[in-house]
Nanobody, 126 residues
Framework: QLQLVESGGDLVQPGGSLRLSCAAS????????IGWFRQAPGKEREGISC????????DYADSVKGRFTISRDNAKYTVYLQMNGLQPEDTAVYFC???????????????????WGQGTQVTVPS
């Protein structure tokens, strides 16, 4: 069993930055790819970034490419999502999730992830 806990969500002004963290509970963490997803009220969940278990592969949705950066520190059992240039359309609950074996290849956002965190709220007022 792997538990994931997100943190770092906050209210930030347009153009501002936040760093989200996704902390895992187990050393088996290092075998999992991690995806970041977000869901805004009334909208479908969107996969925004993925990092493979080794950290060697990453991917981003077009909506965040060039503004967000994903990274992982396996020694700390943590994945980070650095978010710059935040805009009102980035307002959502952000979730991290764990998957095995796909290595963030095309289609990673549509896979059935094994474990999910509880989410952290990011609000960017208009």
């Amino acid at each position: 069993q792997l538990q994931l806990v997100e943190s770092g969500g906050d209210l930030v002004q347009p153009g501002g930055s936040l760093r989200l963290s996704c902390a895992a509970s187990s050393f088996t963490w290092e075998f999992y790819d991690i995806g970041w997803f977000r869901q805004a009220p009334g909208k479908e969940r969107e996969g925004i970034s993925c990092i493979s278990s080794s950290g060697g592969s990453t991917d981003y949705a077009d909506s965040v490419k060039g503004r967000f950066t994903i990274s992982r520190d396996n020694a700390k059992y943590t994945v980070y999502l650095q978010m710059n240039g935040l805009q009102p359309e980035d307002t959502a609950v952000y979730f991290c999730a764990a998957d095995q074996g796909w290595r963030c290849r095309t289609g990673w956002a549509k896979r059935k992830y094994d474990y999910w965190g509880q989410g952290t709220q990011v609000t960017v007022p208009s």
